[in-house]
């Protein structure tokens, strides 16, 4: 067999785009499907990971600051434990150390957040932020290891005592030791070239300077209270942290002085406040952008394994172990091959964003377990031997701790309890954000699903009745489980219409001039009185340039249509009916196989010849990268009112793949080739002999009604 290879498809657009009109939209769909390709699978690299080290840096920075600024020694006199020790004065070269670490953390810092200003170039940022941050965290580990010798703490080891500064130097230099690796993984994959360095939206940029915000709130908060009420500055930066989180533990910490409780009131409010945005932020920013690009990623994946896994001798597409698609063999119209591909990729979308929902659930169930019985494990090793905790009382702290409901009858007391206290209680906060965004999406769901189809059966039925209602549930149920079955199965008697069930029985004679679709949406347009132009060309005599007009005029009140699609909420999701329209009016008719291509796919080793979704030429390792749907295919050519690029619904040009709304997508496309008719118009050497036919015209819509 031949590899049908890029180059010639490549070589031949490239010197078609020389004198063509659409060149900036096969420009842009090019860019797109590279940055939609590379971008879904570095997206930890490109966006995450400097979210994060944006995020934490800020607090890591705090957490420095409280190992720098507290001595690290306690004498413990008899009969006395750690929490009330004396401060011993530390040794010179620990805080010139201390201070070197975190001089190099701010300014890797710093220049972390001015490189997603774009106040710094990627190139000399990113150096100084993973040297800096790297620094900082050796130092730190460095001042640990000896800080931990019995030499440090003199003896009797009995009478001394490691203060919470130590211990916030150990949490710092864990999280400068895991910004560094992240921001090595964003340096590789730019350095590779799979994204263009990392592009934060000024949203994200925001939800860092509110890490900020707060990380200042809770040390200056720390600092005016500990003055106030004569506590240690850590102690009151402890206080602060679960004040302004709601816990509520009631420990030994509460204000007693007049001045201290008056200035509560507004500190504990700001407090919410700031942490409430911080939560808005990550809901937001993070979570629904993040599952756009896991259901992308995801989207893809399940095309490729569907492309591997055709059986062209049964006929079946397995998508699941429980998941399994019929297709047509053979003997399908151009239309109806493709409607065929249509909706098989609408179920492949189903299928992957269901997983993706259990799926980031399960891992965010996950993660919350593991911050609980984690947690519990670490209050148990500090509290276990100074307060006889049992591991099941650490893990009922921790659990009304995560949950904020702060009883008070335990709480941690000992100087590395409190520090891990206040880092442990804010990675609760994106994670328990995290698990209830993807329990509403799928368990809140369903229960209220749930309880609204109980309430239709019992108190609240339908105005038709309980009887009706039964007989409209369980008609919804047989045909659910029809669509499942034949999802892929081009109807005979409808299109696929559950997006929106007014437009259907669209004909699937490739020959016929309009589609019923088509048909009325032109109608509705023609019938309008802002029409005068192409009507007055029309009693010239000038038929095609009354077409031209008509076509104009058409592309114009859709992208107003589209425009508002483009804002709905959930996004819009077009049947293939409405899809064959709009790719009509961009003169990419789904009748005309000169315009496709067939997805390849791997051999499958059970398979046949080819079938209707299987690339006949598909036999070389050179075509089965990821980009299946691209290499290979059927010869690009020319002319309509569009790009003249093939794809199949099942490759990765495929309007379903993108990271944009199909409105966006057809959207963009459609002012693209309204923009270039209107270019070519007033164009040099443009005329009556050079005019070209439009891809829709009043004569396709009347020949249309008579048929």
């Not at 150990?170 to 070239?193: N, Q, S």
């Not at 891992?363 to 519990?376: D, K, N, P």
């Not at 409405?578 to 990419?588: D, H, M, T």
């Amino acid at each position: 067999m031949n590899d049908p290879g890029i180059d010639g498809p490549i070589n031949d657009a490239a010197d078609d785009l020389e004198n063509n009109a659409y060149e900036s939209i096969r420009e842009q769909v090019a860019e797109e499907e590279h940055e939609f390709l590379d971008h879904t699978r570095w997206y930890l690299a490109s966006t995450i990971s400097p979210l994060i080290a944006g995020t934490f840096g800020p607090l890591a920075n705090a957490f420095s600051i409280c190992a720098l600024v507290v001595k690290w020694r306690l004498y413990v006199p008899p009969g006395q434990d750690e929490t009330t020790g004396v401060f011993l004065k530390d040794p010179a070269w620990l805080i010139a150390i201390n201070t070197v670490s975190l001089v190099c953390a701010l300014v890797a810092n710093m220049s972390l957040l001015l490189n997603m200003a774009r106040r710094l170039s990627f190139n000399i940022a990113q150096p100084i932020t993973i040297v800096g941050f790297f620094v900082a965290s050796t130092l730190l580990i460095a001042l640990v290891c000896v800080a931990s010798s019995s030499h440090f703490r003199l003896q009797p080891a009995a009478s001394h005592a490691l203060s919470q500064a130590y211990y916030y130097a150990i949490i710092a230099a864990a999280l400068y030791a895991v910004i560094t690796m992240l921001m090595v993984l964003t340096a590789y994959g730019a350095w590779k070239k799979r994204y263009a360095k990392f592009k934060l939206t000024v949203s994200q940029r925001t939800l860092m300077l509110q890490t900020i915000s707060f990380a200042v709130y809770l040390l200056l908060g720390g600092l005016i209270f500990s003055k106030i009420e004569g506590w240690n500055f850590l102690d009151g930066v402890y206080w602060a942290d679960y004040t302004c989180l709601t816990v509520g533990l009631g420990s030994d910490f509460p204000p007693k002085t007049h001045l201290g409780r008056s200035l509560l009131f507004p500190y504990a409010f700001g407090g919410i406040v700031i942490l409430g945005l911080v939560i808005g932020s990550i809901r937001s920013l993070i979570l629904e952008r993040a599952k756009a690009k896991i259901d992308a990623r995801m989207t893809e994946i399940g095309r490729e394994k569907v492309l591997e896994k055709i059986d062209d001798h049964k006929r079946v597409v397995t998508l699941g172990l429980w998941q399994k698609i019929e297709f047509v063999h053979s003997g399908l119209s151009e239309l109806e091959r493709r409607e065929q591909e249509f909706n098989m990729m609408r179920r492949i979308q189903s299928v992957m964003q269901k997983r993706r929902q259990y799926m980031t659930l399960l891992l965010s169930v996950l993660a919350a377990c593991i911050l609980w019985f984690g947690g519990a494990t670490v209050f148990y090793a500090t509290e276990g031997t100074p307060q006889g905790w049992t591991y099941f009382t650490a893990l009922y702290f921790s659990y009304t701790s995560l949950l904020t409901i702060g009883y008070g009858d335990y709480f941690p007391n000992s100087n590395s309890g409190k520090p891990f206290f206040v880092v442990w209680s804010l990675l609760a906060v994106p994670t328990l954000t995290i698990l209830i965004s993807n329990m509403g999406d799928t368990v809140v769901k369903s229960f209220a699903d749930f309880t609204i189809w109980l309430g239709s059966l019992s108190v609240l039925p339908d105005e038709s009745g309980i009887r009706a209602t039964v007989k409209s549930n369980l008609a919804k149920v047989r045909q659910s489980n029809l669509l499942k079955r034949d999802a892929s199965l081009p109807n005979k008697n409808q299109s696929n219409t559950a997006e929106k069930p007014e437009d259907n029985d669209i004909p699937k004679d490739p020959k016929s001039h309009l589609d019923s679709v088509a048909l009325n949406r032109l109608a509705k347009h023609i019938e309008d009185e802002e029409l005068w132009e192409a009507e007055e060309a029309g009693e010239r005599g000038d038929a095609l340039d009354r077409d031209i007009h008509f076509y104009h005029f058409v592309l114009a009140r859709e992208i107003r249509r589209l425009m508002r699609d483009a804002a709905a909420a959930p996004p819009v999701r077009y049947p293939y009916a409405e899809w064959a329209y709009y790719l009509r009016l961009l003169g990419q008719d789904e009748a005309d196989p000169k315009r496709h291509r067939k997805p390849p796919v791997k051999p499958h080793r059970g398979g046949g010849g080819g079938g209707s979704l299987r690339h006949r030429n598909t036999t070389t390792a050179s075509d089965h990268r990821p980009d299946l749907g691209v290499a290979g295919g059927a010869p690009q050519e020319g002319g309509g009112g569009g790009s003249s690029y093939s794809w199949s619904w099942l490759g990765t040009r495929s309007p379903l793949m993108g990271s944009k709304t199909e409105a966006q997508w057809i959207l963009e496309r459609m002012s693209a080739t309204l923009e270039a008719e209107l270019r070519k118009m007033r164009a040099k050497g443009y005329s009556r002999e050079t005019r070209e036919r439009p891809p829709v015209s009043m004569e396709d819509l009347l020949r249309g009604k008579r048929a």
